[in-house]
């Protein structure tokens, strides 16, 4: 076989079997204020972006154009979207946000782990430290992925 052939199987080989994309980074940025409960959250999230730094852009810019995410459903303020930074940069992770989903209530979590379970499990965690004792079983996963090769 000729080595274009060899290249060409190869590549249909690689498509068959679910190659991951080329770029696999992701990044996680937040607009949090000092008082969830009123100002609400924001939160950007990309993944399977092409390089790091497009997708640090990506998820910046998607925390801070509205409609803003919200992690519950307070309005999000201008203020809480100019506050939006970078967290977090990945490649083959998984990420995971959680919130209480009762208005006026400060639960809110998120974290980047290598598999999604582990990804929800800490997000979940990290909801429950700031839902306060009253209010910790409220919290749920809103949106959990994976990027790259990550399960």
Request: net charge positive; charged share 20%.
């Amino acid at each position: 076989m000729s080595r274009i052939g060899v290249l060409v199987a190869g590549l249909l080989l690689a498509a068959a079997f679910g190659a991951t994309p080329a770029g696999a980074d992701g990044a996680v940025a937040v607009g949090l204020p000092a008082n969830v409960a009123k100002e609400g959250v924001s939160i950007g999230v990309s993944i399977n972006i092409e390089t790091g730094d497009a997708a640090n852009a990506a998820a910046l810019k998607s925390c801070r154009t509205p409609p803003a995410r919200t992690v519950s459903n307070t309005p999000v303020t201008t203020k809480t979207s100019r506050l939006c930074k970078l967290y977090a940069s990945f490649h083959d992770q998984c990420y995971a946000y959680a919130f209480d989903p009762q208005d006026g209530t400060p639960g809110f979590g998120w974290a980047v782990a290598d598999d999604q379970r582990g990804a929800e499990k800490q997000a979940l965690d990290n909801c429950e430290k700031t839902a306060g004792p009253a209010r910790r079983a409220a919290c749920v996963i809103v949106k959990a992925a994976c990027d790259g090769k990550a399960k």
